[in-house]
């Protein structure tokens, strides 16, 4: 920043007189933010300056809102992470599996499995020792290290699985399996395979010490790949409502009895950041204009395109005298904001005139 410029204000960016941005100022001042700057909208209309909670949506402060952001300031989680430590929104949450195996995933990790080994050591009094192989059972012997898990991962259609080592440490193990692709023809579209031999592997051994009935490897991991494509079928099979789209969104926003009605809409090029904005009135009076279109530099989102294009078409229904209008918009999240008069903190400004339009 110039050192002339350390005692500007907010207002002297804009054009004389106006309230619109003087971009070769911007440009030259804030090279490096100039896009970003342009892309703010301030009112045209003289809204009052507002104090804002960037964290949520409407502006608003909450408890939730501040913890996120305290925990965020405390750390980065990627540059803090210590080697061997689990993102569990990736490796745990965040896979495609039933929330049944996801969790237990995340008790695999956290060493909330009962095992043998996890009982004794609560005080239970019972034999620590792997049913299949008679081995002390800790989890990671139950998943990787078991003579039964080892000729089921030997088995699984997973790429390289010749060999399998010795795990001391269930994420590393969980880790080397979610490198492996799986290999056709199991009938898998999307989703991995190996949290679900996991789970199944814990079935087999809870089925084999309370009901003493035995599963083969071969029939187990069968089970397994049922077990996944069961869940991704059904997955396909959840067909979204028929409102869908744009006659799911439409709206109306009507203040008083109109004698006129006005549809907005709005185009956005992500590339180019350009928003093409148009309306069209309806009405018996047929001196008014019956459509407009412009396209706009300098705009952020959809959701700024089409509160664009509602400011516009309230701006130019005011300029002709119209004192009842009925609004017509496509957009769910500014129909619901504008019936509610609440604030939008992306596009605060517009909507601040938006809501003087139609007071």
Excluded at 8 to 21: C, I
Excluded at 187 to 192: A, H, Q, W, Y
Excluded at 330 to 340: M, N
Aim: charged share 20%; net charge neutral.
């Amino acid at each position: 920043m110039p050192l002339e410029g350390k005692d500007l204000l907010v207002k002297d960016l804009f054009e004389k007189n106006s309230l619109e941005w003087d971009q070769d100022k911007v440009k030259a001042l804030f090279p490096n933010f100039a896009k970003e700057i342009l892309s703010i909208k301030p009112s045209r209309f003289g809204a009052p300056d507002k104090q804002i909670w960037l964290a949520s949506s409407d502006g608003q402060y909450t408890t939730k809102s501040g913890y996120a952001i305290a925990r965020e300031t405390k750390c980065d989680l990627e540059k803090t992470k210590e080697p061997g430590d689990c993102n569990w929104i990736d490796e745990v949450w965040g896979i495609k599996a039933s929330p049944k195996v996801k969790l237990f995933l995340w008790k695999t990790l956290v060493g909330a499995i009962p095992t043998g080994l996890q009982l004794v050591s609560k005080g239970m009094e019972l034999d620590p020792r792997c049913v299949h192989c008679k081995e002390p059972e800790s989890i990671c012997h139950l998943i990787f290290n078991c003579s039964f898990a080892k000729q089921v991962w030997k088995l699984a259609p997973l790429v390289s699985l010749e060999e399998v080592p010795v795990f001391t440490e269930v994420h590393k193990g969980l880790s080397w399996l979610r490198e492996k692709k799986v290999l056709p023809p199991t009938g898998l579209v999307f989703g991995p395979l190996y949290p679900w031999i996991c789970w199944n592997i814990w079935l087999a051994r809870n089925q084999r010490t309370f009901s003493n009935k035995s599963l083969s490897a071969v029939e187990m991991l069968l089970k397994a790949i049922l077990d996944a494509r069961e869940w991704q079928e059904a997955q396909d099979s959840i067909v979204p409502s028929s409102k869908s789209g744009r006659s799911l969104a439409q709206e109306t926003y009507s203040c008083f009895p109109c004698s006129a009605s006005v549809s907005s809409d709005a185009a956005w090029n992500q590339a180019s950041n350009a928003a093409g904005l148009s309306w069209i009135f309806d009405s018996q009076n047929m001196s008014l204009p019956q459509r407009h279109s412009a396209v706009c530099e300098f705009v952020s989102s959809p959701l700024m395109a089409e509160c664009l294009a509602i400011r516009s078409a309230l701006s130019s229904a005011l300029d002709l005298g119209i004192q009842f209008l009925s609004l017509k918009i496509d957009c769910q999240v500014l129909a619901k904001a504008i019936s509610s008069k609440s604030t939008v903190v992306e596009v605060h400004g517009v909507i601040s005139d938006i809501f003087l339009c139609i007071a």
